[in-house]
C-alpha cells in the first residue's frame, strides 16, 4: 500500500523509525510544531495545504500524526483518497501509546509537564510561525532580557512569571523515553530543565503501538478515524473525539 503520513514534526524520531520498518511503501513530510501556536484556524488551513499538496495517483491513503490539537484538525477535508486520524486529544496520547494509559498516568499525577526528545528539539516556534503565534502577540514568547530591555528591571520579573513560565502551574516534569534516545543527552536536558523550574523529575517508559497502528495496521475504529473522500473531521463531544461528516460543496 502507498501511503502520505502528514505528521507534526515532534514525532519525527518515532515515525522515521516506524516508517523504516513498515511493510508499506511510506512517504513523509513532517510540519512545523509551530502550526500549533497560531490558531486552530490558521493550523487547519496548513494541514489543508499539505493534504491538498498529495499527489493522490500515487498514494492509496492519507495518514496524519496528530490528535485533536485543540481543535486544529477540525474541517479538514479528505479529497480523492481516505484520511486516517487518531483519536486523542493531543500528542501525548501516541506517545503514551494508548487513551486509557496516558488518562490514567495524568489522573495519579496531576499538574505534570511533559518532554519528549521531539518536544526538546522542536519545540519551539520560529521563523513566520513565531511571528504568527498568539504567543507572540501577546509577549509571551519573550526572554527575561527583552522584557528588561522594554520595560526596565522593575516590571520584567512581574511579566516575566505572568506571561512567560508555561510552566508555573506544574509540579512535576516528566520525560517520556521512547527506546530511541541515541545517548542520555536528552533525559540530561530534560532533568537540568526541571531543576531549573524547581519541579519534581521523573521518567516514564512510551510505548509505540499506536504510531505502529497508524502506519502499518491493523487500525481499531475505537482508536482510529477513518474520513472518507468528500467528508471532513468533526469534533464529537463524546469519547470518540471525532467524526466523519459530509464536507459542504
Known amino acids: 500500500m502507498r501511503l502520505t503520513l502528514i505528521s ?111 518536544w526538546i528539539e522542536r519545540g519551539e516556534a520560529t521563523g513566520d510561525l513565531r511571528q504568527l503565534s498568539i504567543q507572540h502577540a501577546s509577549g509571551m514568547d519573550m526572554t527575561y532580557g527583552e522584557l528588561v530591555e522594554k520595560y526596565g528591571e522593575d516590571n520584567a520579573q512581574y511579566l516575566y512569571d505572568q506571561l512567560c513560565d508555561q510552566t508555573k502551574h506544574y509540579r512535576r516534569l516528566t520525560f517520556i523515553t521512547m527506546g530511541l534516545e541515541p545517548d542520555g543527552t536528552f533525559l540530561a536536558t530534560a532533568r537540568k530543565r526541571a531543576e531549573e523550574k524547581g519541579l519534581a523529575f521523573s521518567t516514564e517508559r512510551g510505548n509505540l503501538r499506536l504510531m505502529r497502528a497508524l502506519v502499518n495496521g491493523p487500525r481499531d475504529p475505537g482508536e482510529f478515524l477513518t474520513v472518507p473522500p468528500g467528508f471532513r473531521i468533526a469534533a464529537d463531544y463524546t469519547n470518540d473525539l471525532i467524526r466523519a461528516e459530509k464536507a459542504e460543496p
Do not use: W
Open 8 to 118: 507534526c514534526e515532534v514525532f519525527t524520531r518515532e515515525l522515521c523509525e516506524t516508517a523504516a520498518r513498515s511493510p508499506h511503501q511510506v512517504n513523509l513530510l513532517f510540519l512545523p510544531k509551530g502550526l500549533h501556536d497560531i490558531g486552530c484556524s490558521g493550523m487547519r488551513e496548513r494541514l489543508q495545504a499539505a493534504v491538498d499538496s498529495v499527489d493522490e495517483s500515487l498514494c492509496d491513503m492519507i495518514l496524519l500524526g496528530y490528535g485533536l490539537c485543540n481543535n486544529g484538525i477540525v474541517g479538514l477535508t479528505a479529497r480523492g483518497v481516505p484520511l486516517v486520524v487518531p483519536r486523542a486529544h493531543d500528542c501525548m496520547t501516541l506517545f503514551f501509546g494508548s487513551r486509557e494509559r496516558y488518562e490514567e498516568y495524568f489522573r495519579k499525577n496531576p499538574g505534570t509537564y511533559f518532554l519528549t526528545t521531539g
